[in-house]
């Protein structure tokens, strides 16, 4: 069992930035793909950024490239997301996700793929 658990989300000015965190239980925290994904107000949730298990692979949407950067310490068995020029619309609940075991140096960006989750904490970027 994987247990996840973000934080770093708060209120902050447009235009400013915030380095959300994610620590991980578990021996083999170096052999999972990880992710972001968001939830705004009445929407669903989407992809924001993935990393493969070493950290040298990473995806992003579209709408979040650019401006927010992933990374990992595997050492610390912590996932981050440095989230630079905020926007309102950057406005959500951030969770993080864990694959779990894998054996190719992979990200992934489809909520199905993810079988972990943390509880989420939340952004609020005022304008």
């Known amino acids: 069992q994987v247990q996840l658990a973000e934080s770093g989300g708060g209120l902050v000015q447009a235009g400013g930035s915030l380095r959300l965190s994610c620590a991980a239980s578990?021996?083999?925290?170096?052999?999972?793909?990880m992710g972001w994904f968001r939830q705004a107000p009445g929407k669903e949730r989407v992809f924001v950024a993935g990393?493969?298990?070493?950290?040298?692979?990473?995806y992003y949407a579209d709408s979040v490239k650019g401006r927010f950067t992933i990374s990992r310490d595997n050492a610390k068995n912590t996932m981050y997301l440095q989230m630079n020029s905020l926007k309102p619309g950057d406005t959500a609940v951030y969770y993080c996700?864990?694959?779990?075991?894998?054996?190719?140096?992979?990200?992934?960006?489809?909520?199905?793929?993810?079988?972990?989750w943390g509880q989420g904490t939340q952004v609020t970027v005022s304008s």
């Open positions: 996700a864990a694959r779990g075991v894998v054996w190719t140096d992979d990200y992934y960006y489809r909520q199905g793929d993810y079988t972990y």
């Open positions: 990393i493969s298990w070493s950290g040298v692979n990473t």
């Open positions: 578990g021996r083999t925290f170096s052999r999972y793909s």
